[in-house]
């Protein structure tokens, strides 16, 4: 069965492509800002980010997810839509005004542990919130309409400029000044989606129901907010509130900052593209959804368990060579990270929500959430204060196992969809055999090269043995054409007959 529309495969290969290329920018970033400002300041940035989040989160509304829902959807841009989204966004500023004069009371008594003289750089820090509440907004208006090639061109941008101005002043780099960096690329973002999405918000308008829109997106609002305890700013701002030095926050952020990359390297495509298929298709064939699930679902799993597998073997070298060896610390964090991502990957994990989404079971979406919050949250009040770092990577893992194993129960039961567990431990199984065989090249004591021998090793062993395992289905090559025609030749050899 042919799972793709006109545009949808070739949406997702720019999408893929720009936001590939941006979070490895993103990640360069990262690195010279944790190498310039030290394991101390980069810590009490990473404390200033997930405050910065926080605003961020409080103020969303679910706006994004509402746009992808309806947008693909409504035929077409129109004088409606116009007015949706252009009530969709003055509530997105209004929310966040009234987030940040909650913020100017509440702040000074917290002891989030940012160090120096915050509040005199308070102005960036709302500066910085407010664009990264906007961008994603006028983002999504691009993405839901499978434009995602200029989406990806503006955030390359963006993010290209940031590291430019970073590695120029790396020599001098100072929390407020990194904050003002990060200002500056927002906001060359967020002008560039405002330009290429105009038609989406300006022009002609008249009055449609904005009500059952804003009540969908209000709704997945809160699984948003459930979200960010479940993630890697949640994470850090326990650490920051739970521990009375900063350099925990900072292992385990550079620690979360290589699995992230390793994550998103190869599935970002898919983001936002996903749920605007997928909700295509739920009001015309749900045959077509159900297949499309376990195409996305396979493929993901085939691109991000291996390198998953192979960066618990090349952790120490990895660290070594990108952040230094002040970093050494985070090695245990980050393999601790990456075992219950694996082992997440088994009930599928975005995915999960998308399907659910797209069939307007946001209320199950946000029960799953506040489950799994409850249980991470308790576990970072009670393991933090005693393990630092490792105690927030059980307690983070945990709640995000948890919330993967009940939204795959939760598909299984409303959509009648196959829980891919068999591809699951074939590609898991002959990544961790791979991982054993690079395991044993010799230490060269050049770090860089004995990397490199253990990428070789892994990546060919690994394409070697999936060939005898095949756990991708005819389907799923059918995609993989559909997007991208040459890459569907080789991996045939992995499709079972």
Known sequence: MVVDKPGISRSVVWNHLGKVSEYAIFFASTVVIARGLGVGGNGQLAGILSLVQLFVVLSAAGMEVSLNK??????????????????????????????????????????????????GFMYLIFALGFLRSAAPALGMLLVARFRTGHSALIGVTARG????????LMDSLSIPL???????GTAIQVAGYAVASRAEWAGPSHRIPVLPVVAFGA????????????????????????????????????????????????????????????SRYAVSDRARMNVLYGV????????????????????????????SSKYAAAVDVLRIIVCMRILSRLFATGENADYLLALGRVWTVVGIGVVAACVAV???????????????????????????????????RLGGVILQWRAWIRITATAIVAALLSSLVPDTGAALVHLGLEAVVFFVSFAFLLSLMRPLHSEDLDALRAAVGRLARPMQFYVKS
């Open 378 to 412: 308790s576990l970072h009040l009670l393991l933090i204060p005693r393990w630092g770092a490792i105690g927030a990577a059980w307690a983070g893992g945990t709640g995000v196992l948890l919330a993967n194993a009940l939204g795959g129960i939760a598909v299984v």
């Open 70 to 119: 309806y947008l693909p959807q409504d035929g077409g841009v129109n004088p409606g839509t116009r007015y949706l989204v252009a009530r969709l966004l003055l509530l997105r500023l209004g929310l966040y005004i009234v987030v940040c004069a909650a913020a100017v009371l509440v702040l000074p008594r917290t002891f989030l542990r940012i160090g120096g003289d915050w509040p």
């Open 161 to 168: 400029t940031e590291l430019l101005i970073l590695i120029w």
């Open 296 to 323: 996305v679902v396979r493929i993901t799993s085939l691109v991000t368990i291996p390198v998953l597998c192979f960066l618990l073997v090349c952790s120490p070298d990895l660290l070594h060579i990108v952040y």
């Open 178 to 184: 990194v904050l003002g960096i990060l200002v500056a």
């Open 219 to 278: 709704i997945f609002w809160l699984n948003t907010v459930l979200d960010y305890f479940l993630g890697r700013q949640g994470d850090v701002m326990f650490l920051s509130l739970l521990r009375p030095e900063s350099t925990s926050a900072s292992l385990y952020d550079v620690a979360y900052s290589i699995v992230q990359i390793g994550l998103m390297v190869l599935t970002v495509g898919f983001g936002g593209v996903s749920l605007a298929a997928l």
